[in-house]
Structure formats: C-alpha cells, structure tokens
C-alpha cells in the first residue's frame, strides 16, 4: 500500500490520522478513504466539530473542566453542593466519577500531577488557584480523588500541605482491594492499604 | 531471546503512547535498565498484574535489548511492595525520587551494582518505616558514589593525608576528597565544607542531624560535579526536608 503514489491532500489527511492516539497506518488509510467517498455535508460536518472543539471548548473559570462557557455545566448547576470540592488530576478522572452518580459536590482539575523527574512541578497545576477557591470561602469539605500512584501521592501530600493552614478538612479516595478481587491473590501493597484504610463496619 | 528474571526497582516512567510507557529499572543482577513496558495503562491487561508505578519494589521478566540505546522488552512485573510508608510524608517521598533520579543518571545499563540494589532497597525501606531521612540518605549517595568509583575522601586531606587541625577546609569533586588549610591552594574548584564532618567521620562516630545534613551537601555538591548540573529533584526535596523535617 505504501508504494502506491497518493494524491498530495489524501497523502496528507492519511499522515495527520496517523498522529491521532490509537490510529495506526492502516486505519488510518482505512478511514482516509471513508472520508473521501462519504457526503459532502457529512465530511464537513466532521470538520467543522473539530474546529468547534478548538474554539468552543475552554477551561471552567473555577474548576479548569471542559466548558463551553465561562462556567462548565457543574459549576453552574445550582443543584451541585458548592461546598464539597472532589480534586481530580484531568478531566477524564472527572467524567468517570461523574459517571458513578454519587457526587453531589463540584470539582476541581488540576491539569496533571506533580512529577519532579519529568520537570512538572506544582506551579505547572492549578493549586494555586484551588487554594484561592479554599481561601474565598464556602468550602466543607477537599476530596482528593488523584490516582493512587507515587505522584498522585505527591500531589496530595503537597496540597494537603498548601491546605493545611486554611484549616478546611481534607479527605482521600479509599484504596486497598478492589471489588470482585479476592485476598488470596491480592499483593502485599494492596492488603497493606485495606488493612490500614479499614473502617467500622 | 528468553526472558530474563530479576529482582527489580522502578526508577522512572515515561509515557511512549496511549498504553505503553517507557520504564527505567535497576536490577540486582542486570543493573540499569530501560524497557518497553506494552499494555500497562490498560487495566484488563493480563501480563502485568498492576500498572507499574515508581519506587516500586518486584519482580520482573524482561527481554534485554540486542543493541546498545535500544529498549528491553518488559514482559512480566510482579510487585512485591510499594514501600508505603514513604508516600505519607514529601520529605520522604522527594528523597526516594531523589535517590531514583541518581541511580538511572549515575550508572550504565546492563552494567550490575548487586550491593548497590541492597542499598537503593535498604533506603526504600527506611523510608518506610519512618527513620530519618538525611543520614539514610547520605549513607546510600555514599555507596553509590562508591559503586561508580567515585568514593569520597572524607576522614582526612587527599593531598597531605592529615586530618584538618583548623578552619577553613575544603572539598573539591576534581580531587575527590577533603582539602585542608595548607592543600587547598592547589584546587580551584573546591567548596567550603564543616571542619566538623572531617572529624566525627575521621572518629568512626555517628552524626548529629546538623552533620548529616552538612554530609549530604558536600555529596550533593560532588554529584552535581560529576554530572555537570543539579539533579532535577535536589530542589523539591530540599523544600520539602525544610518544611516536613529531615
Ligand atoms: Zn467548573
Ligand atoms: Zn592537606
């Protein structure tokens, strides 16, 4: 397939698929041609939501969410619990717990963790402005809900300290075994946290 | 080519794409390593029982690369322990990514340091278990400096053999040790450095946290030497052993 010599915007458009996450050379010759014998509204129906994407979407102006105004449709729900904040390290974190139903709060994107070796420091995230959040008023209650990995540990460890004199409780996402594992195949970091995280029951 | 068993530490991930990562792992018996760990992110992935996460302790089959510059495959990860303890506290945290950080930078790959593995372990698990970090710190920078052939001489002057009698003494990386009042001239690069230090280690005894935390700076100062610049981490850990305590 390579050999065959492709007009220069077909050449091009299959080079861009090809950056995309998850495309490799074949799908992305594969949807290149999808592309070219689809309807002329559809194609450019599909360009002009990309375009979208980059012109409409924007970070939340108080939890750096995807919005589409200044606020994302969390922080201007007046049903939403003000007064809880769930911390999560990037959007997608926010769309599955959003998934589970269970938080009434609102959230805060950090944009990252902190990751010294990869040069991402905490001025990199957007702590600085949670902690404006904290200090405005109003807030209960900070839920740290970063991965349970050694710079998710990190990055709470530093905002509960930044936190600290704001006098606000922090609490964090439980962790140990997972739900359908079982205690004989579990590992010892794994049984090490349920044991130190278990609670009355 | 059949994998390879070891005992193995993670150093540092990096992302390569959507679910693979790019790990840097000290063995015991293979040394340094740097792997292509496949399908890791994903959770349903059946060969690596956890994601891979940093300063993490197993066991690890792996492919070794056929040439020099190129990646190793990972093919099995089996943790043993994630040394938890030292996630409760950034000092602690900071100083094993520290220790990380100059462990992957300050040896070759498939170059073995059994003894070194010992220590790297050795500090992971003080760092657990809560005991202070500046001296267990200092003794691990030293058995790596040591490992590398970069041995400090820290009980007496490397010039003229004498322990220091007066202030001001010296260290220089160049000459690899204490330099004292009469021997420093022949130095230009050198740092001042705690007359104290030179005798308490000339004595054989312990240090007070003032002296460890003086003894990690000369060792701080010789690697940022041998390397050319300060490694990335020295200034996060530095603020946090200030705030949290060292
Ligand atoms: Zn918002
Ligand atoms: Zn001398």
């Known amino acids: 397939m390579s050999d065959v010599r492709l007009t220069g915007p077909l050449q091009r458009l299959i080079e861009e698929l090809r950056r995309l996450p998850g495309v490799g050379?074949?799908?992305?010759?594969?949807?290149?041609?999808?592309?070219?014998?689809?309807?002329?509204?559809?194609?450019?129906?599909?360009?002009?939501?990309?375009?979208?994407?980059?012109?409409?979407?924007?970070?939340?102006?108080?939890?750096?969410?995807?919005?589409?105004?200044?606020?994302?449709?969390?922080?201007?729900?007046?049903?939403?619990?003000?007064?809880?904040?769930?911390?999560?390290?990037?959007?997608?974190?926010?769309?599955?717990?959003?998934?589970?139903?269970?938080?009434?709060?609102?959230?805060?994107?950090?944009?990252?963790?902190?990751?010294?070796?990869?040069?991402?420091?905490p001025a990199h995230l957007t702590i600085d402005a949670l902690v404006d959040r904290v200090r405005a008023g109003g807030i209960d209650e900070i839920v740290l809900a970063t991965n349970p990995t050694l710079e998710g540990d990190a990055t709470a460890l530093h905002i509960t300290s930044v936190l600290h004199e704001t006098g606000v409780p922090v609490t964090r996402l439980a962790r140990g075994l997972a739900p359908g594992s079982s205690i004989e195949y579990a590992n010892r970091a794994m049984l090490e946290e349920a044991f130190r995280g278990r609670r009355k029951y | 080519m059949p994998a390879i068993t070891d005992r193995a530490i993670v150093l540092r991930l990096s992302d390569y794409s959507e679910t693979s990562q790019i790990a840097t792992i000290f063995t015991r018996a293979h040394g340094l390593v740097r792997l292509i760990a496949k399908g890791v992110k994903r959770?349903?992935?059946?060969?690596?029982?956890?994601?891979?996460?940093?300063?993490?302790?197993?066991?690890?089959?792996?492919?070794?690369?056929?040439?020099?510059?190129?990646?190793?495959?990972?093919?099995?990860?089996?943790?043993?322990?994630?040394?938890?303890?030292?996630?409760?506290?950034?000092?602690?945290?900071?100083?094993?990514?520290?220790?990380?950080?100059?462990?992957?930078?300050?040896?070759?790959?498939?170059?073995?340091?059994?003894?070194?593995?010992?220590?790297?372990?050795?500090?992971?698990?003080?760092?657990?278990?809560?005991?202070?970090?500046?001296?267990?710190?200092?003794?691990?920078?030293?058995?790596?400096?040591?490992?590398?052939?970069?041995?400090?001489?820290?009980?007496?002057?490397?010039?003229?053999?004498?322990?220091?009698?007066?202030e001001p003494v010296y260290f220089s990386a160049r000459a690899g040790g204490v330099l004292c009042r009469d021997c420093e001239m022949h130095q230009i690069e050198k740092v001042r450095m705690d007359r104290r230090l030179v005798g308490r280690l000339a004595e054989g005894?312990?240090?007070?946290?003032?002296?460890?935390?003086?003894?990690?700076?000369?060792?701080?100062?010789?690697?940022?030497?041998?390397?050319?610049?300060?490694?990335?981490?020295?200034?996060?850990?530095?603020?946090?052993?200030?705030?949290?305590?060292?």
């Open chain 1, 25 to 121: 050379p074949r799908s992305a010759e594969r949807i290149a041609f999808h592309l070219l014998k689809t309807g002329r509204d559809e194609a450019l129906m599909l360009a002009s939501t990309i375009s979208d994407i980059k012109e409409k979407v924007r970070p939340c102006a108080r939890c750096f969410n995807l919005a589409e105004a200044e606020l994302c449709h969390i922080c201007s729900d007046p049903r939403r619990n003000q007064s809880q904040v769930v911390v999560v390290e990037q959007p997608k974190d926010l769309i599955n717990l959003e998934a589970t139903g269970l938080i009434a709060g609102v959230y805060h994107v950090l944009m990252g963790h902190i990751s010294p070796l990869e040069g991402i420091e």
């Open chain 2, 205 to 246: 005894r312990s240090l007070t946290p003032e002296l460890s935390h003086a003894l990690r700076d000369v060792l701080d100062y010789q690697i940022s030497q041998i390397l050319g610049r300060r490694p990335v981490v020295a200034a996060s850990l530095e603020i946090a052993l200030r705030a949290t305590g060292r």
């Open chain 2, 43 to 166: 959770s349903t992935s059946k060969r690596v029982n956890v994601g891979l996460d940093l300063l993490e302790g197993g066991e690890i089959a792996f492919v070794p690369s056929k040439a020099a510059a190129m990646l190793g495959v990972l093919t099995e990860w089996r943790q043993l322990t994630t040394f938890s303890g030292l996630r409760t506290a950034l000092s602690r945290l900071y100083a094993g990514l520290y220790a990380a950080e100059l462990t992957s930078l300050l040896n070759e790959e498939y170059d073995p340091h059994a003894e070194l593995f010992e220590e790297l372990e050795e500090l992971l698990r003080d760092l657990d278990a809560q005991q202070p970090v500046e001296p267990a710190l200092a003794s691990f920078q030293l058995a790596l400096l040591g490992a590398i052939g970069y041995a400090p001489m820290l009980e007496h002057c490397i010039i003229c053999g004498h322990t220091p009698r007066s």
